[in-house]
Antibody, heavy 121, light 107 residues
Framework: QLQLQESGPGLLKPSQTLSLTCTVS??????????WSWIRQPPGRGLEWIGY???????FYNPSLKSRVRMSLDTSKNQFSLNVTSVTATDTGTYYC?????????????WGQGTLVTVSS | DIQMTQSPSSLSASVGDRVTITCQAS??????LNWYQQKPGKAPKIMIY???NLETGVPARFSGEGSGTDFTFTINSLQPEDIATYYC?????????FGQGTRLEIK
């Protein structure tokens, strides 16, 4: 059964870099048509797709964040990561990782439990 | 970006009621639409994919329909465990976008 788990610092100061890791179990991130995704949710608000990365390293980012976002893979640890530079209070929220399958199911499933990141001075 | 507009933003209904949520896309997205359920403190869960297909394990009281720009999500005979926020999501064009959510409460 595929499972995802986010990890990373929960508190950042403005201008710092947000770095999160998603550990995948139950399947290899190196194969298949899976796009490994990040989605975030400000407190009490809706969902925003940040982007996803394919096992080849191909990435697609939301233009709203593109200049500050970078995603990467660590296939040896079966993990993928998210970096967001120059964070501000508007980057506060719960960050989810999820699988998205481009050809056999264009939806996010499963999701990690989410990790809350707070940006505050 | 394709804007997804859900209505209503919140809804109060009684157990046993039929509940309908609508989602309108700012341009034609064919049937490239999914619906998710999110309970407080939990990650979203896929309920309906490709506008009208019920995800495995989701009760048959949930349904979806629509194509193009106008979509509906229906719960027949609302149950207490259906209390959640529901989101639509389009994948026809990048960036993938979500509706703002519909918060469902029990009267």
């Amino acid at each position: 059964q595929l499972q995802l788990q986010e990890s990373g610092p929960g508190l950042l100061k403005p201008s710092q870099t947000l770095s999160l890791t998603c550990t995948v179990s139950g399947d290899s991130i190196s194969v298949g048509d899976n796009y490994w995704s990040w989605i975030r949710q400000p407190p009490g608000r809706g969902l925003e797709w940040i982007g996803y990365i394919f096992h080849s390293g191909l990435t697609f980012y939301n233009p709203s964040l593109k200049s500050r976002v970078r995603m990467s893979l660590d296939t040896s640890k079966n993990q993928f990561s998210l970096n967001v530079t120059s964070v501000t209070a508007t980057d506060t929220g719960t960050y989810y990782c999820a699988r998205y399958r481009l050809t056999t199911g264009n939806w996010f499933d499963p999701w990690g439990q989410g990790t809350l990141v707070t940006v505050s001075s | 970006d394709i804007q997804m507009t859900q209505s209503p933003s919140s809804l109060s209904a009684s157990v046993g009621d039929r509940v309908t949520i609508t989602c309108q896309a700012s341009q034609d997205i064919s049937d490239s639409l999914n619906w998710y359920q999110q309970k407080p403190g939990k990650a979203p869960k896929i309920m309906i994919y490709d506008a009208s297909n019920l995800e495995t394990g989701v009760p048959a009281r949930f349904s979806g329909e629509g194509s193009g720009t106008d979509f509906t999500f229906t719960i027949n005979s609302l149950q207490p465990e259906d209390i959640a926020t529901y989101y639509c999501q389009q994948y026809n064009h990048l960036p993938i976008t979500f509706g703002q959510g519909t918060r469902l409460e029990i009267k």
